[in-house]
């Protein structure tokens, strides 16, 4: 068993290496968990005795097959109790995120199998984010960023790359949620900002910023 903090280590450490960083540095675990250098690099030495990281001073750390495992299931985790906030106590995608870091470290395995029960086994939680098999399996859609669309392209919105709940706010205010079809009407050089339809009715223009962070079906 692990305590929050070594899941919170562990979740962090997966996320970082799947955004691309092959080694994950102690700097960059540090300004996601918003703790010190010196705090990181004793927990990855627990981590490390624990068979769940493999750490190399000043170099980098990845997890170990066990790390990874317990990282899975704990998104699982996550991801469900998003399902159950947003579905059965009618929460907005906005407003889950936090109250469900807190759910994801329940231990209790049964409670989850019955909650994915329960839930029907989603495949996606209310982000567009794929949930981990109870094995550990997780099969991603094929998406494609909204900043990656030619002129005239349209999909589906299945997903968003930012769950910050003022991102999510903005979206709410601009009729783009998960299901909607979004066409590229026209692209402005100067700042990539793209003129958009929404649902083949609302035109409306996003920034740049905006469009590196909505998924589309690809």
Do not use: C
């Amino acid at each position: 068993m692990h305590s929050f903090t070594e899941e919170n280590y562990i979740k962090a450490i997966y996320k970082l290496s799947e955004s691309g960083l092959a080694d994950v540095n102690t700097n960059a675990i540090a300004d996601v968990l918003d703790t010190k250098a010196a705090s990181v690099t004793d927990m990855l030495r627990k981590l490390s005795t624990k068979g769940v990281v493999n750490y190399i001073k000043y170099k980098g750390v990845t997890l170990t097959d066990s790390g990874n495992r317990i990282a899975l299931q704990i998104i699982r985790k996550h991801r469900l109790w998003e399902v159950f906030l947003v579905e059965k106590l009618k929460f907005n995608w906005d407003e889950v995120h936090e109250v469900a870091e807190e759910l994801e470290h329940i231990t209790s395995e049964l409670l989850v199998k019955r909650l994915d029960e329960f839930l029907g086994h989603p495949k996606f939680d209310p982000h567009g984010d794929p949930i981990p098999s109870e094995t550990g399996e997780i099969n991603p859609k094929a998406q494609k960023l909204l900043a990656e669309m030619d002129l005239n392209e349209a999909g589906i919105v299945v997903g968003v790359n930012a769950s910050q709940p003022l991102f999510l706010q903005y979206l709410d205010k601009m009729g783009i949620r998960l299901g909607v079809k979004i066409k590229v009407l026209d692209r402005v050089p100067y700042d990539n900002s793209l003129e958009i339809s929404i649902d083949n009715s609302r035109n409306t223009v996003v920034s740049g910023e905006v469009t590196k962070n909505i998924f589309l079906s690809a």
